[in-house]
């Protein structure tokens, strides 16, 4: 087998003197949908931004597509190939949504083109010149990830998608996951909804107090509902 | 002789033109600093000297280098731009992760260093800079005597109000910029170098305080303090405006331009003041300004 897409390993991180991740392990293979599980404030945000190199006070290693992201700039990350959509969306309010949708740059070829973006998601299409802010949860959602699968990233690191979202619309953003899976998108997924997240990601972590403590494949779920149900404590 | 509310209309446009002249450098001095304070939160006091700078900058190079006036209204802003951008490379970008009250004490100190140093060198005086030949003399509009300079000032000031609202709004550059204003932590995430941003537009910020300098050097006098005389005027005019408001600051800048020519008309003793009363009035009644949003 190949070396895997993204590598971290022994991953630590402070947001200033509070150390918030212990020793993270993961790895995720080309073309693979991994799905990080665990309660609120264990560090699943975290781990995410670490990678992605927005929190800076960092150690251990992280390597992506072979090259070691440890002393890469923020700016840089994007060009390396990953993608972060943060929980809070992070649509911009005085951009219109096709200006919100076309502000990343293409880092690579491979993108999605506007106008299948506009296929995609049909409800952006109908809005394109609104501001990006007087959509809905769901639809700003749908632009937040959408904006990033127009710039060629290979890697999308995506928190919490579902998170505040009628049932349709999960069903939804499930459909685009399997479609950017279809294509051969490589995804980290942070979810506390692990019903959504059996349906389309391929591998779990199950995350506690900065730390990795289960690793399972998506067949060992049912096995697994016993650990997650007191771990998660749905 | 016609009257408007028992005023000449002569004295009345006049005045008006007057305003409106004052208003182009007011619109053209808030315009940058809400620029820059809209990416950068940084209140910059220095932006007096820098319009103080463009000024000396197109005179020296009259004196030492022969390059008249079209000359300068280029290349002087790309000077005063360029040493902008250096100052916030190499000082002011290391203090944005402490309060900005830094920032705005480390511009208002490097004002009264520039301008010490100028006038150290140069006097308090005023020294005078000829008007282009192309614009010297004037019109008579029937009902008044309009000199050709103050009529180019007023226009050029408008097409480049128009040319940066054009730049921020309407193009990708623009995009990056007012997106980085709300969030440049994502914005850097999408592989855009937000730092370089910030130098850029404090680099324009600056480059339009200079630009005004140039535009300001025939008709006022060149002097060091010529920054400093206005620069209080263009804060009121921003506060009133709403800081950061790119359209607020243009629009707000001829409007009291505009005010406080018709003030000379028709209560002369209080057109010092007019423009720091409407700031009050406007503080006390819509504390985040006539275009900012209420935080």
């Not at chain 1, 390396?80 to 951009?95: D, H, K, N, Y």
């Not at chain 2, 790309?78 to 250096?86: K, N, P």
């Not at chain 2, 209080?232 to 505009?258: D, N, R």
Request: net charge neutral; hydrophobic share 50%.
């Amino acid at each position: 087998m190949s070396a895997p897409l993204l590598n971290v390993a022994g991953l630590h991180a402070w947001y200033g003197e509070s150390h918030v991740l212990h020793g993270v392990d993961l790895h995720v293979n080309e073309g693979e949908m991994i799905c990080i599980l665990g309660r609120n404030g264990m560090g699943k945000t975290t781990t995410l931004r670490t990678i992605m190199g927005i929190l800076r006070k960092r150690e251990g290693t992280i390597t992506f597509a072979g090259k070691d992201m440890m002393g890469v700039p923020l700016h840089r990350s994007a060009r390396a190939g990953l993608g972060f959509v943060p929980e809070e969306r992070g649509i911009f309010a005085t951009l219109t949504v096709e200006e919100n949708l076309t502000l990343p740059p293409i880092v690579a070829p491979g993108g999605m083109a506007v106008d299948e973006i506009y296929e995609l998601f049909p409800n952006l299409s109908e809005r394109r010149t609104s501001p990006g802010t007087k959509l809905s949860g769901g639809e700003q959602q749908m632009l937040a990830m959408a904006r990033i699968l127009r710039t060629g990233a290979r890697c999308l690191l995506l928190d919490e998608p579902t998170e505040g979202l009628a049932p349709v619309i999960i069903q939804a953003i499930g459909e685009v996951l399997g479609k950017l899976k279809a294509r051969g998108m490589t995804v980290v997924l942070v979810e506390q909804n692990f019903r959504f997240a059996s349906k389309v990601a391929d591998r779990f972590y199950l995350m506690d107090h900065g730390r990795m403590t289960a690793e399972f494949p998506v067949a060992d779920l049912p096995a697994r509902m016993d650990l997650l149900n007191r771990e998660l404590g749905v | 002789m016609m009257m408007l509310f028992g005023i000449p209309i002569q004295a009345l446009l006049g005045q008006l033109l007057v305003g409106l002249i004052n208003g182009s450098f007011y619109a053209l001095l808030s315009l940058g600093l809400a620029v820059i304070f809209g990416l950068l939160r940084v209140i910059n006091f220095a932006h007096g000297a820098q319009y103080m700078l463009g000024a000396f900058v197109a005179l020296l190079m009259l004196k030492f280098a022969g390059i008249g006036y079209w000359g300068a209204l280029i290349l002087a802003p790309i000077v005063v731009g360029a040493m902008g951008a250096f100052v916030e490379r190499t000082m002011l970008s290391r203090l944005y992760k402490l309060d900005h009250l830094y920032g705005l004490l480390f511009t208002f100190g490097m004002a009264l260093t520039i301008e010490g140093t100028f006038r150290y060198f140069f006097g308090a005086s005023g020294q005078p800079y000829t008007t282009p030949a192309a614009l010297s003399g004037g019109v008579n509009l029937g009902f008044m005597f309009l000199p050709i300079y103050r009529g180019w000032v007023v226009v050029a000031s408008m097409v480049i109000c128009l040319g940066v609202w054009f730049l921020i709004e309407k193009t990708k550059l623009g995009a990056y910029l007012r997106a980085a204003t709300e969030n440049p932590v994502l914005v850097q995430s999408f592989g855009i170098n937000v730092p370089l941003l910030l130098t850029l537009t404090y680099g324009l910020g600056a480059g339009l305080a200079g630009l005004a300098g140039v535009l300001a050097a025939p008709i006022y006098q060149v002097s060091p303090l010529m920054g400093s005389n206005i620069i209080i005027i263009v804060f009121a005019v921003v506060v009133v405006g709403g800081m950061g408001s790119i359209l607020g600051a243009i629009i707000t800048g001829y409007m009291l331009g505009i005010a406080e020519g018709l003030t000379k008309v028709f209560y002369p003793e209080a057109s010092n003041i007019v423009i720091f009363v409407i700031m009050a009035i406007v503080l006390i009644l819509r504390p985040a300004g006539l275009f900012g949003k209420d935080a």
